[in-house]
């Protein structure tokens, strides 16, 4: 069930080969089986004939991050009319703090593409190399009883701003380092733009500007 789509992919043969394979390579060491699956990502980029596809770790990789983001524990999402009531004059020292689910992953395949073709039923293809690695945000939105999980691409300003945000960066200092990125002169609607962003999408449990 963690990596229902890659058994799709590799059909009930071939899929029992890899994780008789895994099992041979890394016995079990824990006492559920829910977290067995930790390194068979690194496993199949790692070992013949999986190796030769890159796209099968990254599939593995990126299932694995799903179970795990629905597995994390409960934080209910902050409201943006909380963040929103915040003063001006605070909000250089605003600082967020992101749900634990919250998994951010860079991706040379397109495989989360692939992903949601497969799982909508459509035609998906076989994943295409990128020209360069693109980042992913792998979370959980928690709306009351409902749990969904979620992932979408990050352009590059927007991974560095969710780093630093991890990290506990302040928004003023978000700011500054947008200006890498974009003109200074927009790099505060930007970053207010991106926080905006994450809040609706229930990426950010928390907000403080003490």
Same mark, same amino acid.
């Given at each position: 069930t963690n990596f229902s789509t890659l058994k799709q992919v590799l059909g009930d043969e071939d899929f029992d080969a890899l994780g008789r394979g895994y099992i041979a390579a890394h016995p079990s060491r824990h006492f559920s089986i829910r977290w067995f699956g930790d390194r068979l990502a690194a496993y199949l980029a790692s070992t013949a004939p999986w190796s030769?596809?890159?796209a099968l770790a990254e599939l593995a990789r990126l299932e694995w991050a799903l179970a795990g983001a629905f597995d994390s524990a409960d934080a209910p999402p902050v409201a943006i $009319?909380?963040? !929103?009531?915040?003063p001006p004059e605070r909000w250089p020292g605003l600082r967020v703090s992101v749900h634990p689910s919250l998994q951010v992953i860079d991706f040379h395949w397109t495989?989360?593409?692939?992903?949601?073709?497969l799982n909508a039923g459509e035609? !998906?293809?076989?994943?295409?190399? /990128? $020209?360069?690695a693109v980042?992913?945000?792998?979370? /959980?939105? $928690?709306?009351? $009883?409902e749990r969904q999980n979620f992932f979408r691409s990050l352009d590059p300003a927007e991974a560095?701003?969710?780093?630093?945000a991890r990290q506990g960066?302040?928004?003023? !200092?978000? &700011?500054?380092?947008? &200006?890498?990125?974009?003109?200074a002169d927009q790099a505060g609607?930007? !970053?207010?733009a991106y926080l905006r962003g994450w809040i609706e999408q229930g990426l950010i449990v928390g907000a403080d500007a003490s």
């Open positions: 030769g596809t890159p $009319d909380a963040v !929103a009531a915040i495989v989360p593409e692939f992903w949601n073709a035609e !998906a293809g076989a994943p295409a190399q /990128r $020209d360069e980042p992913f945000a792998v979370w /959980r939105f $928690d709306q009351g $009883d560095w701003m969710l780093e630093e960066g302040t928004f003023g !200092a978000l &700011c500054e380092g947008l &200006c890498w990125f974009v003109d609607p930007q !970053a207010a």
